[in-house]
């Protein structure tokens, strides 16, 4: 069974900085998707970012980019200048690209960031 | 466009009782997937549907159950609650696709005493 690993609870980030969430996952299948979702405190979850395993190419969303390492199994979250309204708690996600379901997603625990102005 | 819309927002119910949630998904979109999510396990997979139709189901007992409407709205239903059921409950929405995003409503706040 995949599994995903954040082994973050907490992270802080003084605002116009820059900082990095990890994310290790656990898979024994080639073909998969990434993502990390940001849920604020209204609960709400919302897609940051989305990486095919398949591409090589790391995925970039404007001021959010992933080191994404395929042989290591890891996908780090990269913030670029942080800003207050990016505080929230930020879960990676895996997504298998068998078996025909979309909408089953394995989550990580969670990083919570803190922006300090 | 409207997002996914999840009634009720929040609820107490005792145990024993059963709850019953729902969840309209955005328009055009007929998947529609249910998560748990408490601050010990996290979020963890309900089960998805698609064209009214289970596509995959979590690993959680006979109690949880669901179902999806011709026109994709989805209710889940949990029976003789138990406190363990305490938890937000989210839905989440998507076209069928290989970009899979999910669209999630703002959860259903259960707590059972």
């Known amino acids: 069974a995949q599994t995903v690993t954040q082994s973050q609870p907490e992270m802080s980030v003084q605002e116009a900085e820059t900082v990095t969430l990890s994310c290790t996952y656990d898979t024994s299948e080639s073909d998969y998707y990434l993502f990390w979702y940001k849920q604020p405190p209204s609960r709400q979850m919302i897609l940051v970012i989305r990486q095919e395993a398949y591409k090589q190419q790391n995925a970039t969303e404007n001021r959010f980019s992933v080191n994404f390492q395929k042989a290591a199994k890891s996908f780090s979250l990269k913030i670029s200048d942080s800003q207050l309204g990016d505080a929230a708690m930020y879960f990676c996600a895996y997504r298998s690209d068998y078996g025909g379901s979309q909408g089953n997603l394995i989550f990580g625990k969670g990083t919570k960031l803190s922006v300090k102005p | ?113």
């Open chain 2, 1 to 113: 466009k409207a997002g996914v819309t999840q009634t009720p927002r929040y609820l107490i119910k005792t145990r024993g009782q059963q709850v019953t949630l729902s969840c309209s998904p955005i328009s055009g979109h007929r998947s529609v997937s249910w998560y748990q999510q408490t601050p010990g396990q996290g979020l963890q997979f309900l089960f998805e549907y698609f064209s009214e139709t289970q596509r995959n189901k979590g690993n959680f007992p006979g109690r949880f159950s669901g179902r999806q409407f011709s026109n994709s709205r989805s209710e889940m239903n949990v029976s003789t609650l138990e406190l363990g059921d305490s938890a937000l409950y989210l839905c989440a929405s998507s076209l069928m696709g290989y970009t899979g995003e999910l669209f999630f409503g703002e959860g259903s706040r259960l707590t059972v005493l």
